[in-house]
Nanobody, 129 residues
Framework: VQLVEFGGGLVQPGTSLMLSCVGS????????MAWFRQAPGKELEWVSF????????QYAHSVDGRFTISRDNTKNTLYLQMNDVQSEDTAIYYC???????????????????????RGQGTQVFVHS
């Protein structure tokens, strides 16, 4: 399994940025995928996840209404469209693959990084004026 993120960079507050993550080595379309982020000096934080079929996206409160997660299973690619970015969005962003094909089964929590068995190397987003 390999996950590679792209698209990070230095952006100004209020602007937009799109992150991409290309997966390989597994059947991309059947797994829930997620974005997590880690700000300087802080713990890893869940941002968003999306089910294998591309439906039922969920967002952390801090990004809801500004970020949009999507996926193109024909390209094995996960996206995160980030709009109206703010300084608090500065972080390393990671995409991750859920460990099981049924992420919605009872007792499972796709917001929990411990339930993901693969993660990319991350892409840095720095929001600064």
């Amino acid at each position: 399994v390999q996950l590679v993120e792209f698209g990070g960079g230095l952006v100004q507050p209020g602007t937009s940025l799109m992150l991409s993550c290309v997966g390989s080595g597994f059947t991309f379309s059947v797994y829930t995928m997620a974005w997590f982020r880690q700000a300087p000096g802080k713990e890893l934080e869940w941002v968003s996840f999306i089910l294998g079929g591309g439906h039922s996206p969920q967002y952390a409160h801090s990004v809801d209404g500004r970020f949009t997660i999507s996926r193109d299973n024909t390209k094995n690619t996960l996206y995160l469209q980030m709009n109206d970015v703010q300084s608090e969005d500065t972080a390393i962003y990671y995409c991750a693959k859920y460990y099981h094909v049924f992420s919605q089964a009872p007792g499972r929590d796709p917001r929990n990084i411990r339930e993901y068995d693969a993660r990319g190397q991350g892409t840095q987003v720095f929001v600064h004026s």
